[in-house]
């Protein structure tokens, strides 16, 4: 079985709302995101990936068409495996397809961690977030703030004003871009 190791060198879709998901990533370094368009054309961000982390949903698992579209970005490096790929390393190799049931069960772990840090709120929610994500600092330098404050349920102008509040408190270190 062979696992392909890429690095991105332009920020762009690698899949559409509404195409089979073909492809499952394990993010080396980088950002994933994933996010849907509304009937009016609004985007909603369901989730940004960050290293550590498998891009592995339910269009991948079973083959139906997606219900969003995965934004790689520039200078993100992953491993992809093919569904293909999946179901002959379930037959080859030993205890493969516990991994990735497990793998799967610890997905709706971190959404309920998600969830939970955006039910705080404010500067809980904004402080959780840059923590967790400090390469994210300086703004706007990888990801743009339309889509941190999309994720985190919030307006533009509030995840701008509580960033600044806390790079204010020196909660959150003041990187210049």
């Not at 002959?88 to 959404?111: C, H, S």
């Not at 959780?128 to 985190?152: C, Q």
């Amino acid at each position: 079985m062979q696992i392909w190791n890429l690095i991105c060198l332009v920020t762009h879709d690698i899949h559409l709302q509404g195409d089979v998901i073909d492809k499952a990533y394990f993010i080396v370094s980088g950002f994933i995101m994933a996010y849907y368009l509304d009937e009016a054309g609004n985007e909603h961000v369901l989730k940004i990936y960050r290293a550590g982390e498998i891009v592995a949903g339910s269009s991948f698992m079973n083959a139906r068409p997606s219900r969003y579209y995965l934004k790689i970005y520039r200078d993100t490096l992953v491993m992809e495996v093919t569904h293909a790929q999946m179901q002959i390393g379930y037959q080859t190799i030993p205890d493969m397809e516990e991994l990735a049931r497990l793998t799967v069960a610890g997905f709706e772990n971190k959404e309920v961690l998600r969830d939970e840090m955006i039910r705080k709120g404010g500067e809980e929610s904004v402080l959780h977030f840059y923590r967790a994500n400090p390469e994210l600092l300086p703004p706007g330098k990888i990801i743009k703030d339309h889509h941190i404050a999309s994720y985190l349920h919030m307006s533009v102008n509030n995840l701008q004003h509580i960033r600044t509040f806390l790079i204010k408190k020196e909660l959150l270190p003041n990187k210049k871009s």
